[in-house]
């Protein structure tokens, strides 16, 4: 008997299948051993025989991970609703596994267009299946405040509220009580994903200051009109003032987002600050004066190092964007590079992890390819699934001592095009199949082996529900001219 195919995705370190099968069932004997200290954590070894199946594994996560591959290897049948109830076969198969880098990250915008909970709740459950493990939760925006804030209940209650969007007349909105956060976080945890909240200051916070005018630049004749919650896309002009006041504020909400998300990092944006409105205001120029600065991205920086040296008071990382690097950063920030991986280099030059998340290989919020009707931001080049299926989360040519800094990556997905579930899911798949593999597996991988085991792994995505982009072009539901949807500003993410 031939040795049967198998097509796991995320590759594994070290496959082994042998010619036989188990029946897979309530009956089989499932041997769990603890103690394999040496691939880590995340690793595991998983074997598969006449007599049974044998995890060993040296935490509960190498356990969650070895069951995610048992599910691979089980028919795409029994991963539907009704497909519990019987026994399937599965290959006889040794494998050892570990992954690559310990951050393999998908970053959510819920904050242009809103997710609801069911649907944050799906797309963990798709993250774990595919072994990656942080969830960077981008929460606040121009466009919308979507995490509630007890202290400050007008950053929901008109923050979470834009009254139409690039002028379809549409209302759009939501936000996550406190309660959800609590379960979407439990939720990831059950998964061994760990989630970090994004608030982004000092730009990107129009919402912020539509709901609490005080934080805007008041004396700039532009920012005296009532601001509203941002119906464009792009970069806003708008950004919080550099007032005492405010950076209280923002230690205040930073209070209650840690109390929420009990990880290990929290990012705090600082990405595509606009610095008109500082330039163009007398306070922001006095308190330049005041706190012995040069430049406005010295007052970026101290503004901050402010929230951030509370939110480490607090037992918390930091995560930035690379525009932090234009100043000095907090101790033991870590800087995801998305401007290119120069970035990254810069940053591990500097003594700071970092991660590689460049427009060019993982904002899947991109086209992926120039067919008409072909979904995603108009504005950049396709990515397609090859392309993320190239990259390395290791920057080209960077230095040898420097490597150990690149602690992962992550895959984006902005949401001014990407306004609801179903076309999240379109974007999102198969191309995060392929990162995932980018994060976990070896180097030295070849697309077209990849693309072979992927074929028949969209039969289980389709077991699952998952409505990706077929590998052959546009689903029929996406052939249809793109809607007119430009980014409305300087620039778009």
């Known amino acids: ?139 606040t925006e121009d466009q919308g405040w979507r995490i509630e804030i007890k202290r400050y209940p007008k950053l929901t209650e008109v923050g979470g509220w834009r009254r139409e969007t690039l002028g379809d007349g549409r209302p759009h909105g939501g936000f996550y009580t406190q309660d959800d956060i609590r379960e979407i976080v439990d939720y990831a945890a059950e998964r061994h994903i760990t989630i970090v909240p994004e608030i ?108 951030s040296e509370h939110v480490a008071d607090k037992g918390r990382k930091l995560l930035g964007w690379d525009e932090i690097l234009e100043g000095e950063l907090f101790p033991g920030t870590v800087v995801s590079s998305w401007r290119g991986t120069d970035g990254a280099v810069e940053a591990a030059r500097r003594g700071h992890d970092t991660l590689t998340s460049p427009t060019k290989w993982v904002y899947f919020d991109y086209r992926q390819s120039d067919a008409p009707g072909e979904p995603g931001a108009p504005f950049a080049a396709p990515t397609s699934l090859e392309q993320a299926y190239s990259f390395d989360p290791v920057p080209e040519g960077m230095p040898e001592e420097l490597v150990g800094h690149v602690i992962g990556s992550e895959a984006t997905l902005w949401s001014e095009y990407i306004p609801d579930a179903r076309v999240h899911d379109y974007q999102a798949w198969p191309r995060l199949a392929a990162f995932s593999e980018t994060v976990w597996s070896a180097p030295g991988r070849e697309f077209a082996e990849f693309r072979t085991r992927l074929e028949k792994h969209l039969e289980r995505l389709d077991a699952l529900g998952v409505e990706y982009r077929p590998l052959d072009g546009p689903h029929p539901w996406q052939k249809q001219p793109a809607p007119d949807r430009k980014p409305g500003g300087d620039a778009a993410e």
């Open 200 to 307: 982004d200051i000092p730009g990107h916070s129009t919402a912020a200051i539509a709901a609490y005018p005080e934080l805007g630049n008041q004396d700039v004749p532009s920012a005296q009109q009532p601001r509203e919650v941002w119906t464009r896309f792009g970069i806003a002009k708008s950004v919080l003032n550099v007032e005492d006041a405010t950076v209280e504020f923002y230690k205040n909400v930073m209070d209650e987002v840690c109390d929420l998300f009990p990880g290990e990092f929290v990012c705090l944006g600082g990405d595509e600050c606009p610095k008109d409105e500082w330039r163009a205001s007398a306070r922001a120029q006095e308190r330049k004066a005041e706190l012995g600065l040069k430049t406005e991205e010295d007052l970026q920086a101290w503004f901050m190092h402010q929230v």
């Open 1 to 139: 008997m031939d040795a049967p195919e198998i097509s796991i995705i995320p590759k594994p370190f070290h496959v082994q299948v042998g010619t036989g099968q188990l029946m897979f069932g309530s009956d089989v004997v499932v041997d769990l051993q603890e103690g394999l200290p040496e691939l880590g954590p995340d690793g595991y070894r998983l074997t598969v025989t006449d007599e049974g199946v044998t995890f060993q594994i040296s935490s509960p996560a190498g356990l969650f991970h070895a069951e995610q591959t048992l599910k691979q290897l089980l028919p795409p049948g029994a991963l539907r609703n009704n497909g519990g109830d019987q026994a399937w076969p599965i290959p006889h198969v040794d494998i050892i596994d570990l992954p690559r880098f310990r951050w393999r990250g998908a970053m959510l915008d819920v904050a242009r267009h809103f997710l609801p909970k069911r649907d944050v709740l799906r797309f963990l459950d798709l993250m774990a299946f595919h072994k990656l493990n942080v969830l960077h939760f981008h929460l």
